[in-house]
């Protein structure tokens, strides 16, 4: 863990792995319990880490920035998985699972936020941090929008550390017809259930973009 420039790269695959499993990749009991005890221990790391890195940066007296980009970081964890837990229909062995590593998180949250309380009274928050004033307007739905980026993601034609990272970075900045304003959370809670019409119009738009890029030659 110290090695690494990103506390948060496993904790990150694992909840996107979790995300997204196909119908037939649900883990059984122990297969639960063997990422869950992953996960768990990969918490107490990122906790150990973060107080190292407070120490540090205590001599350079922006120990508060420091505390405020792993909270950043729980927050959009937590988000993902709190949409997930909510979209998922009968499976209690996945749901208990995903419910623990949420819980995981949301303690370490509330730890992390107690025990640097001091640190982090001066600094002010912005709830809206990924808001941005100037919008491209994008003739999609908010649904087809989430499954033209899922694409773009999983075929690495746009690189994040994770799905969720790449819709924190876009999503902000369009609007469509309807919605002035969406978040990336909604955009990426419509690709666990993917409707026939969304892709049958993305595929559409799609074919439009074949046709145009080829009256380049």
């Given at each position: 863990m110290e090695n690494e420039s990103y506390p948060f790269a496993r904790l990150d695959q694992v909840v996107?792995?979790?995300?997204?499993?196909?119908?037939?990749?649900?883990?059984?009991?122990?297969?639960?319990?063997?990422?869950?005890?992953y996960f768990l221990k990969e918490i107490r790391m990122v906790y150990?880490?973060?107080?190292?890195?407070?120490?540090?940066?205590?001599?350079?007296?922006?120990?508060?920035?420091?505390?405020?980009?792993y909270l950043k970081?729980?927050?959009y964890l937590i988000s993902d998985l709190r949409a997930f837990v909510s979209a998922i229909d009968d499976d209690r062995s996945l749901n208990g699972l995903a419910s623990d590593i949420l819980n995981g998180l949301e303690t370490l949250e509330a730890e992390i936020s107690w025990r640097f309380a001091s640190q982090l009274k001066g600094l002010k928050e912005n709830a809206n941090v990924d808001k941005a004033s100037i919008k491209v307007l994008c003739n999609l739905s908010v649904d087809q929008i989430?499954?033209?980026?899922?694409?773009?993601?999983?075929?690495?034609?746009?690189?994040?550390?994770?799905?969720?990272?790449?819709l924190r970075h876009i999503v902000p900045y369009l609007s469509t017809d309807r919605m002035e304003t969406f978040s990336w959370k909604s955009a990426r809670s419509s690709t666990y259930k993917v409707e026939a019409h969304d892709i049958e119009v993305t595929l559409e738009v799609l074919q439009k973009l074949m046709a145009k890029i080829k009256d380049y030659y």
């Open positions: 996107d792995d979790l995300l997204n499993l196909s119908a037939d990749e649900h883990p059984n009991l122990q297969e639960a319990e063997n990422i869950r005890q150990q880490q973060l107080k190292a890195d407070v120490f540090k940066r205590n001599y350079m007296d922006n120990s508060e920035a420091v505390i405020s980009a970081n729980l927050s989430g499954l033209l980026l899922k694409a773009a993601d999983e075929i690495r034609l746009c690189s994040a550390k994770s799905f969720s990272q790449l």
